[in-house]
């Protein structure tokens, strides 16, 4: 499985069979370099949007078609004909949704969600949302533009999200000791990856204090397009496979374990 940051809240994920573009605001994102956009974009599969604002959905509408992808958000952004003559994915908050082997759970966020990249002036488009994002034995939480909730209780009970990419950056969102808070409260989290800053002058400019926050937990600072690779939770027969599995994960990021349960191996990062 592998996370590539994007620049400010968006990402390319490929896992199980998909490659998830989450919130992919390429054009006009000052902090990704735009000869590379063929980079992010090829091979993508689907395309997800947490919210209708211009940073996370407005690049939807170029790529989607460019590529021949669906579009999964929540049902009013879907139906709303802004995104254009693409194929969307309607869906709500607690629904889940296939994509290929890949699944994707649309869960509650608090922020804000008109339209505010379109001619003619703010229109509604249903509200804000996060995901879980399942699939190689994880699950992603990807948090959307968000204040800390109540919410995020239950989440990392019910889903328990082992990565956390988390909007930090402040004055849209939670900011980095905020974010940190909430990880330390409601969640369980082995690697941390912050986003929504950087991109401008008003938002936090360094992940200091979240790391300082998460002295347990691994925190990701990827520069753009940096590739974060994470094996999966394997699972088979045999004995020989401790060194199969080693083998398979050397060199990739992170740490693993291995748990021997008589004949069936499991593998954790």
């Given at each position: 499985?592998?996370?590539?940051?994007?620049?400010?809240?968006?990402?390319?994920?490929?896992?199980?069979?998909?490659?998830?573009?989450?919130?992919?605001?390429?054009?006009?994102?000052?902090?990704f370099p735009q000869e590379r956009r063929a980079e992010a974009i090829t091979g993508a599969t689907a395309i997800l949007l947490s919210?209708?604002?211009g940073d996370h959905a407005s690049n939807a509408a170029l790529i989607a078609p460019e590529l021949g992808i669906p579009v999964a958000c929540i049902h009013e952004l879907a139906e709303s004909g802004i995104l254009g003559e693409i194929e969307t994915i309607g869906f709500g908050k607690g629904g889940t949704i296939s994509l290929g082997n890949a699944r994707v759970s649309m869960v509650n966020a608090c922020h804000s969600s008109a339209i505010?990249?379109?001619?003619?002036?703010?229109?509604?488009?249903?509200?804000?949302?996060?995901?879980?994002?399942?699939?190689?034995?994880h699950t992603i939480y990807f948090s959307g533009d968000t204040d800390i909730m109540a919410d995020m209780g239950w989440f990392g009970e019910y889903y328990a999200p082992d990565i956390g990419i988390l909007c930090a950056g402040g004055h849209y969102?939670?900011?980095?000791?905020?974010?940190?808070?909430?990880?330390?409260?409601?969640?369980?989290?082995?690697?941390?990856?912050?986003?929504?800053?950087?991109?401008f002058p008003i938002l936090a400019q360094t992940a200091d204090d979240l790391i300082a926050g998460l002295p347990n937990v691994?925190?990701?600072?990827?520069?753009?397009?940096?590739?974060?690779?994470?094996?999966?939770?394997?699972?088979?027969?045999?004995?020989?496979?401790?060194?199969?599995?080693?083998?398979?994960?050397?060199?990739?990021?992170?740490?693993?374990?291995?748990?021997?349960?008589?004949?069936?191996?499991?593998?954790?990062?």
């Open positions: 499985m592998k996370i590539i940051w994007l620049g400010h809240a968006s990402f390319r994920i490929e896992i199980e069979d998909q490659v998830l573009l989450v919130d992919p605001w390429l054009v006009g994102n000052p902090v919210h209708g604002h505010d990249f379109a001619d003619g002036g703010l229109a509604v488009a249903g509200s804000e949302a996060g995901f879980m994002i399942h699939g190689e034995g969102t939670m900011d980095m000791n905020a974010a940190a808070w909430a990880a330390r409260k409601f969640f369980n989290f082995k690697t941390v990856i912050p986003c929504h800053y950087k991109t691994d925190v990701k600072t990827p520069d753009v397009l940096d590739v974060l690779e994470f094996c999966g939770e394997l699972v088979a027969s045999g004995t020989t496979l401790r060194k199969e599995f080693g083998e398979k994960c050397a060199g990739f990021l992170g740490s693993y374990s291995i748990v021997d349960f008589g004949n069936v191996v499991r593998l954790r990062m």
